[in-house]
Nanobody, 124 residues
Framework: QVQLEESGGGLVQAGGSLRLSCAAS?????????MGWFRQAPGEEREFVAA????????DYKNNVKGRFTISRDNPTNTIYLQMNSLNPEDTAVYFC????????????????WGQGTQVTVSS
């Protein structure tokens, strides 16, 4: 059983920044898990945003967040972060943290464990 708890969402004006955090815990969480972020806008399907491997050697982003979002992780605390800069209204969505033993699974849109999500709203 794995628990993923997100925090850091909120309301921000276009051009602003937010930093999301996700702390992983639970008896079955593996520190070597890949972790990542997905988002779901109203009326849309959930989509991949970013992923990072345990070693941090593999990092991937959705094309339209490259250069604006940065994913990072702190392995001793089992926490990942998503620094989001230059936000625009199209970034408005519920952001979900995800974890999976296989990095590739995150890239294909799946994950063994999901957080409850945190709302990010960007006003124009």
């Amino acid at each position: 059983q794995v628990q993923l708890e997100e925090s850091g969402g909120g309301l921000v004006q276009a051009g602003g920044s937010l930093r999301l955090s996700c702390a992983a815990s639970g008896p079955t969480f593996s520190r070597s898990s890949a972790m990542g972020w997905f988002r779901q806008a109203p009326g849309e399907e959930r989509e991949f945003v970013a992923a990072i491997s345990w070693t941090k050697n593999s990092i991937d982003y959705k094309n339209n967040v490259k250069g604006r979002f940065t994913i990072s992780r702190d392995n001793p605390t089992n926490t990942i972060y998503l620094q989001m800069n230059s936000l625009n209204p199209e970034d408005t969505a519920v952001y979900f943290c995800a974890a999976d033993p296989q990095y590739r699974t995150l890239l294909t849109g799946g994950a063994a464990s999901w957080g409850q999500g945190t709302q990010v709203t960007v006003s124009s």
